[in-house]
């Protein structure tokens, strides 16, 4: 029997494909952001560490990696054509173990969120209904290049933010810390465009119409950058006007960096989408804990 036939017929995941359905290089975002609201509450961490490493733990590997398992699964067919290599389509794990894992890692999130009292079950039930809302059907936001990406920018950088601060200060967090919590939220939506390059076929022939399908690389890319960018002068404004200008100036690299960067992938948004993912989301997360600190700090 052939590798393809020994796939095809495959009765139980291979645990390397399962690791690569989770997707642990998704994980980094939504860690840093819930360490980004634990250091822009500013409490002392004394004998809290239990919340920060269970937080994060949700964050990544738990949530993150649900969303991961959830999204192929409900992506499937569209895999299919872009990325056949991936585990189900590639028949390394059969689609009822994906389905039955991010439904049971779904309920393992939301029972360890009751640990973190109810500002951190609020922020995983939250995001754990995020990531159906973005991937499963009837409501499948991902098939909009606005809702889409704006849904999983939420999920990825502001609710783990919220989520951190609200968790350590046992209270909802103070407001110049959701205010910048909301416009990191709203500049990963360019981040999570970024994605959409490598699909852009598979995309356009399931009627998921992302940025770069309604409104072809080029624009998309320029669309993106300014989504980047645009929140960032205005965390850079806010700051200067807390009187946090050491925060303000490292922010204010960082977005420097990003556009350094932002005007090599323009001129072929497509092929250098990947490269991009590294060199200005990079600068992007090394600003937010800039602004943390700060925030922490003041």
Request: with cysteine; charged share 10%.
């Amino acid at each position: 029997m052939s590798d393809a036939q020994t796939l095809q017929f495959r009765r139980f995941p291979q645990p390397a494909a399962v690791l690569e359905l989770l997707k642990p290089v998704t994980w980094f975002p939504p860690m840093w952001a819930y360490l980004c609201g634990v250091v822009s509450s500013g409490a002392a961490l004394g004998e809290r560490w239990p919340e920060l490493l269970l937080g994060a733990a949700l964050a990544g590997p738990v949530v993150c990696g649900m969303s991961q398992a959830a999204n192929d699964w409900c992506d499937r067919h569209v895999d299919a054509i872009n990325e056949p290599r991936r585990p189900i389509p590639s028949g390394r794990v059969p689609p009822g173990w994906a389905l039955g894992l991010a439904l049971a890692m779904s309920a393992l999130a939301l029972a360890l969120g009751g640990l973190l009292g109810p500002w951190g079950f609020l922020g995983v039930a939250l995001a754990v209904a995020g990531a159906w809302a973005y991937s499963l059907e009837p409501v499948r936001l991902k098939r909009s290049g606005l809702w889409g990406p704006g849904l999983v920018g939420l999920c990825y950088e502001g609710l783990p933010w919220f989520t951190g601060a609200a968790v350590m200060a046992a209270a909802a967090p103070d407001g110049r810390v959701v205010a910048i919590a909301a416009l990191y939220a709203l500049g990963a939506h360019g981040i999570m465009t970024i994605n959409d390059f490598k699909a852009i076929e598979g995309d356009r022939a399931l009627g998921i119409r992302s940025l770069p399908v309604v409104l072809g690389p080029a624009r998309a890319a320029r669309v993106l950058c300014a989504v980047m960018a645009a929140p960032q002068v205005v965390v850079v404004a806010l700051l200067l006007a807390w009187g946090l200008a050491w925060s303000a100036a490292a922010v204010a690299l960082a977005l420097a960096a990003q556009a350094f960067a932002m005007r090599r992938m323009l001129g072929d948004p497509r092929g250098r989408a990947p490269w991009f993912n590294g060199a200005g989301v990079g600068p992007y997360v090394l600003g937010m804990m800039a602004a943390a600190l700060g925030l922490g700090a003041g």
